[in-house]
């Protein structure tokens, strides 16, 4: 021992370990408030935060477990559950003070909800189907499925190559008709984000197809004379 330095050190064991016989009670109990408001929140992660006299006290919870509990008053934040490390014992003391009230707190909120939903109805209306709607809609693409088809195997016909795209403008409008294979790949009206008519990812909305159907022979004449050009391009051809 160094001369003049005989003090006697007083050790943190017994307050350590109060400690932490404090911590993992609280842990516990309040993992019920956790999964409680788990079953209330309809969720495994979530927060909430309750108001006492003296403080702020915040739950977070995850798969129903404490992530932590926060006692907060005037600035001051104590983690009395925390996954990073453990509160100091006096400020544990402090929280501790008002963990009723907290309790309390929570069980006030809880009862709060009692009869909230006894007069909400579980009578709806009646839910409108889109029978109609997408047989017709299915009936209008069948059609242009066919058309289209029929385009692309002509065109890939001519010019040989497995892959494709046929443009035209109608009324100021791109159509954009691609081929794979001698079958339409899609059919799409304006451009780079533009509406697809034909695609094989899903159908378009129903206004979609109502705002381009009737271009659609305006579209298939454009073809044809595409077609008949290149006839024509050959006619004056003699061997």
Known sequence: MIEGLDADVVGTDAAAARRDEIVAAVTDHAGEIARELAR???GDYG?????????????????????YLRYERGGREIYVVSTQQPPEPSALATAMS??????AAFNDHVRSLDGVLDDVSTEFPEIATVDDVVA???????????????MAQQLYRYSGDSYGTFTTRIDGSRWELNWEEGRADYLRVGGEGGVYLLSQ?????????????DDVSAFVAAYNDHVQEISESLETVSL
């Open 98 to 103: 008002d963990y009723d009230a907290f309790v």
């Open 47 to 67: 927060q909430a935060t309750f108001e006492t006299d003296a403080a702020s006290w915040t739950l977070k919870y995850e798969a129903g477990d404490v992530q």
């Open 40 to 42: 209330l929140q309809g």
């Open 136 to 150: 017709t809609r299915q009936a209008i693409l069948s059609e242009l499925r066919e058309a289209a088809d029929a």
């Open 201 to 213: 990812y899903q159908p378009p909305d129903a206004h979609d197809l109502r705002a381009h159907a």
